[in-house]
């Protein structure tokens, strides 16, 4: 709501090109006089063809990105969506510009900067973040690691909202990811006691031009500017892991050009070591499964060969708490990640991630609930087998497939018969390798449905064959020694199936 308008201090007008050349930004100074206490700044990038992209910064440092063409009002207690509040010191600012998308020739911007002698903006609620522990327990608890409120420019859903939608589909918590701000933060630790069973997770989309992540537990803005003033991805990552977050790469083989500027991550110098998860799907299952899904688990694979202990995740991206009608929207909880927890907080939700204790039901949270131990080892987890027997429980799933993978490659698979199904897998993982195991459910159309995290293996000396989805292997070759010392003159008619 707007307040009477209050006197102008001062109005600047700034208009140039944007060359093609020379980085991502481009910095645009600005003098605040004294006595500001609102700045007004208008810009535009003047063309269908041409996305520019906004932020500003004080001398004490960011005050706000906001991306998009709308206006960006920063007050001393209140300032428009993306913006933070706070002391309007006088001297130089900045606006920062971002070559989001630029034509041949580049692009050109406009920018009007208005200084108020008093606010315009009615003040809303805000609060310091508290750790909340929501419930306790140990449990597989629901949440979607990537929800938008309307404090990213290109979302419009509100914190009850959110809350509402995530209660209505049996989640426990998101994890607000709006675009390079931190904005939201103080806004939703006001939120949060009136929704004392859906928890709001800190975060932020770190939203680059080769990329995009989500920060979990993050409490303030990390510059996401690659390539100015030799910022690097090691750099952001180093910032977040600073701050005792994690970070997810989302939608990291969504390729879809201008239609998602920088979705997919193609940053060559990543520090995996410091990537805690990677979002196999985002969005709608029934658009993007077929199409995003194998790509990023081969990705995933890739990572996981070469070391990397990386979660699988799953995110929903919505943007107007289930409001949407685009053929791309998906509401909160579609997908869903489960994760391993002994309660709902924060933090124990982050050590979840942090040891790889998660399943994502890929349509959503009414997809069948998969479960998988290897003895007394939970997903997660490492172990010791000379044959690993992989026990799996799914609750609701009759009429689909499980089926076992082992270092990226499908082992075996058994029909579902049954709501309350149990099934043992047997696979040798041979002396002295690690393995890593997981399952996945599919549907009669070959469709994913839940995949888990793994659980790692290392192989010993115990002899015994490998498996399919049978009874024991190692029982039936045992049973199959006499009878090979009977027929000395025929060679063994049962092969150990690999």
Known sequence: MLLPLAAVLSMMHYEADVPTSGGDYVDVE???????REIQIRHTDGSEAVILDWGVWSPEGFRGWGGGTEDAVIGIEQSSRSYLPGPITPGTWIVAIGKAKLD??????????????DVTLAVRPKATYEPRVLATGRRWYKGDFHVHSAESGDANASFDQIATLARSRGLDFVNLSDHNTSSHLALAAAAQPAHADVLFLRGA??????????????????????GFRGRTIEGVLGDVAAQGALFIVNHPTLDLGD??????????????DQVAGLE?????WNLVERVFTPRALEMWDGLLADGHRIAAIGGS????????????????????????????????????????RTIVQLRGPDDPLVEMTVGDA?????????IAEVAVRITGGAGTFVQLWRDGEKRAQVAVTSDAFRHTFEDEPGAGQQRRYRVELINDA???????????VTGTDAGGGCCDGGAGTGTLLAALVPLALLVRRRRLAFPVRR
């Not at 692009?107 to 108020?116: K, P, Q």
């Not at 939970?378 to 000379?386: F, H």
């Not at 070959?446 to 659980?455: A, D, K, P, Q, Y």
């Open 317 to 356: 991206d919505d943007h107007r708490a289930g409001t949407g009608t685009g053929l791309t929207d998906s509401p909160i909880g579609s997908p869903t990640t489960l994760v391993l927890a002994d309660e709902l907080s924060e933090a124990a939700i982050m050590e979840g991630i942090r040891r790889g």
């Open 446 to 456: 070959n469709n994913r449905l839940v995949v888990t995290s793994h659980i790692y």
């Open 30 to 36: 600005f003098v605040v006089p004294a006595g500001t």
């Open 280 to 284: 196999i799907l985002t969005g709608p």
């Open 378 to 386: 939970q997903i997660g987890d490492e172990t010791t087998a000379g």
């Open 259 to 272: 239609n998602c500027l920088g979705c997919a991550w193609l940053h060559p110098t990543t520090p995996w």
């Open 205 to 226: 989309e770190i939203t680059t031009y080769a990329g995009h992540g989500n920060a979990v537990g993050l409490a303030s803005y990390v510059d996401h500017r690659i």
């Open 104 to 117: 041949a020739a580049g692009g050109h911007y406009a920018i009007d900067v208005i200084c108020r002698d």
